[in-house]
């Protein structure tokens, strides 16, 4: 499985991105697979931020971003989004991708990783 992640820049603090994140290959169009979305500011560890379901029925957040982010997926496209409003300096980091089979296992510890994408908020 193979993600590839989009839609990162230089966002000003109360702006918004929206980032994307394309998954291909393997099992993916057979299988049914959780993606989620993790970030990683520099010096620090790589965090939870976002999960969705395959059937997108549960989302799941980081207290850090509930009501300030929204993670969607369009399953036809393989594709799972992450909006993010109202961001914040701390928000900075690369983001990365993730997929897992397991539902659980998508927020913890998944099996496969995108490349990540940079996204940077300036206050």
């Known amino acids: 499985v193979q993600l590839v992640e989009s839609g990162g820049g230089l966002v000003q603090a109360g702006g918004s991105l929206r980032l994307s994140c394309a998954a291909s290959?393997?099992?993916?169009?057979?299988?049914?697979?959780?993606m989620g979305w993790f970030r990683q500011a520099p010096g620090n560890e790589r965090e939870f931020v976002a999960a969705?379901?395959?059937?997108?029925?549960?989302?799941y957040y980081a207290d850090s971003v509930k009501g300030r982010f929204t993670i969607s997926r369009i399953n036809f496209k393989n594709t799972v989004y992450l909006q993010m409003n109202s961001l914040k300096p701390e928000d900075t980091g690369v983001y990365y991708c993730?997929?897992?089979?397991?539902?659980?296992?998508?927020?913890?510890?998944?099996?496969?990783w995108g490349q990540g994408t940079q996204v940077t908020v300036s206050s």
């Open positions: 969705i379901t395959w059937s997108g029925g549960s989302t």
């Open positions: 290959g393997g099992t993916f169009s057979t299988t049914t697979y959780a």
């Open positions: 993730a997929a897992d089979r397991v539902d659980q296992s998508v927020r913890i510890g998944p099996t496969y």
